[in-house]
C-alpha cells in the first residue's frame, strides 16, 4: 500500500508533468491526477485545489533537492568536494527533471515567479551544506565574500542555466570549481595539503 509521502511524490510529479504540457492558466486538477495516475477523490483528498498544489509544488521541489544534496555529501563527504558536489546537483538538477525545462519554455514569467518564491528555502539549504565545508576558507576568513553572497551566486548560476543551459554542465561545473580555487573558497587545510604534495 503506497503511503502519503509516495502518493505526495506522485502527485507532485505529475503536476509537474502536467505544467509543462498545459500551462498554469489551462491547468486543470483533472489534468494532474491523469498525469499523476491517481484518483480525482484521491488528488483532492491531498489538496484542496490547484492553487493549494502549486504553493506546495515548491516545497516539494526544495526538500527534493535537499535530500539529493544530502545524499551526494554523505558519498563524498571532504570539504574539498563541497562546492563542486553542490554545483554538481544544482547544475545537473534540470537534465534529471525535463518536464522542468519544457516548462521553462512554455511558461518563463511563470517560472521566474516560481523562482522568486523558493529562492529564499533554497538558499537556506544551500546554505546549510556550503557553510561548514567554507568556513575556514581563505575567501571567508579575510571577509572578501560571505556565505550569502556563495550561496547567492550559486542560485543566480543554477537558474541562469536553467533558461540558458551549457552544452556539457560538467565543463560548467568544472569551471566554476576552478574559478572557486582561484577564488580562495577551497578550506585552508585542503590548500595547504596540496601545497606540500606539490613541494614535495
Not at 100 to 117: A, N, S
Not at 128 to 153: F, M, N
Not at 159 to 166: C, E, K, V
Not at 169 to 194: H, Q, T
Request: glycine share 8%; no cysteine; charged share 25%.
Amino acid at each position: 500500500m503506497a503511503t502519503r509521502a509516495t502518493t505526495e511524490a506522485k502527485i507532485f510529479n505529475g503536476a509537474l508533468r502536467a505544467l509543462a504540457r498545459q500551462g498554469p492558466k489551462k491547468l486543470a486538477m483533472s489534468d494532474i491526477a491523469a498525469e499523476a495516475g491517481v484518483s480525482g477523490g484521491t488528488l483532492y483528498r491531498y489538496f484542496k485545489n490547484k492553487e493549494d498544489l502549486l504553493e506546495a509544488l515548491g516545497d516539494h521541489f526544495v526538500m527534493r533537492l535537499r535530500g539529493v544534496l544530502q545524499s551526494e555529501i554523505t558519498e563524498q563527504p571532504d570539504p574539498a568536494d563541497r562546492l563542486r558536489v553542490v554545483l554538481d546537483v544544482m547544475l545537473r538538477y534540470w537534465q534529471e527533471n525535463p518536464a522542468t525545462v519544457q516548462l521553462g519554455q512554455l511558461e518563463p514569467g511563470f517560472v521566474i515567479d516560481y523562482i522568486k518564491q523558493v529562492t529564499p528555502q533554497l538558499s537556506a539549504v544551500l546554505r546549510d551544506e556550503l557553510e561548514p565545508a567554507l568556513a575556514d576558507s581563505p575567501a571567508i576568513r579575510l571577509g572578501l565574500a560571505t556565505h550569502e553572497e556563495i550561496v547567492d551566486l550559486v542560485v543566480r548560476i543554477a537558474f541562469s542555466h536553467y533558461f540558458m543551459p551549457a552544452k556539457d554542465y560538467s565543463e560548467l561545473r568544472d569551471l566554476l570549481v576552478a574559478l572557486g580555487g582561484a577564488a580562495g573558497l577551497e578550506p585552508k587545510k585542503v590548500r595547504s595539503r596540496a601545497g606540500r604534495k606539490a613541494a614535495s
